[in-house]
T-cell receptor, first 110, second 115 residues
């Protein structure tokens, strides 16, 4: 099956800092989503982005499908940004299985 | 309204108990999912229902039994679980499958502890 690796595994930043999270995947995809899992366990949708660039407030994401990676940018970090960020992909062979990456644990210090 | 509701939020059960986790969505989605997440690990797919029919079972032990009574509801029946089954169980839904164009939405999860 498709392999999904995220880096870095852990990131600790001061409030106000910017960060870049990376997601590498091993095959062509037709679905790529970024999620934020809050400390209570809920997975919150950030972006549906199998290709191209999107922005939503302080967050933006870019997927370069031909090079098999996606980046999530967080600017002016706030303590509420803390949690685990996952990318999840489905290969373009369309087997209806969304595979999650290994995750990046982000901790924002006041 | 992009909301998937799961009950209960917390469940403690003995190894001989029978219990159920429930999931509901009112977004008109026709695909629903159960994922299992162990501590410090990513979610792992367990089951997929498409148009109320089981389409994917990721070789899940039979002590987990899914049920889709209608297009809005998804249950996970639990029986004779083991302590290693303790985890966060996440329900999700999407318009159709997770192929191109279909965003998947997750509920808040049910924290299960087996004693």
């Amino acid at each position: 099956g498709i392999q999904v690796e995220q880096s870095p595994p852990d990131l600790i930043l001061q409030e106000g800092a910017n960060s870049t999270l990376r997601c590498n995947f091993s095959d062509s995809v037709n679905n790529l989503q970024w999620f934020h899992q809050n400390p209570w366990g809920q997975l919150i949708n950030l972006f549906y982005i199998p290709s191209g660039t999107k922005q939503n407030g302080r967050l933006s994401a870019t997927t370069v499908a031909t090079e098999r990676y996606s980046l999530l940018y967080i600017s002016s970090s706030q303590t509420t940004d803390s949690g685990v960020y996952f990318c999840a992909v489905e290969g373009d062979f369309g087997n209806e299985k969304l595979t999650f990456g290994t995750g990046t644990r982000l901790t924002i210090i006041p | 309204d992009t909301e998937v509701t799961q009950t209960p939020k917390h469940l403690v059960m003995g190894m001989t108990n029978k219990k159920s986790l429930k999931c509901e969505q009112h977004m008109g989605h026709r695909a629903m999912y159960w994922y299992k997440q162990k501590a410090k690990k990513p979610p792992e797919l367990m089951f997929v229902y498409s148009y109320e029919k089981l389409s994917i079972n990721e070789s899940v032990p039979s002590r987990f039994s899914p049920e889709c009574p209608n297009s809005s509801l998804l249950n996970l029946h639990l029986h004779a679980l083991q302590p290693e089954d303790s985890a966060l169980y996440l329900c999700a839904s999407s318009q159709a499958g997770t192929a191109a164009g279909n965003t998947i939405y997750f509920g808040e999860g049910s924290w299960l502890t087996v004693v």
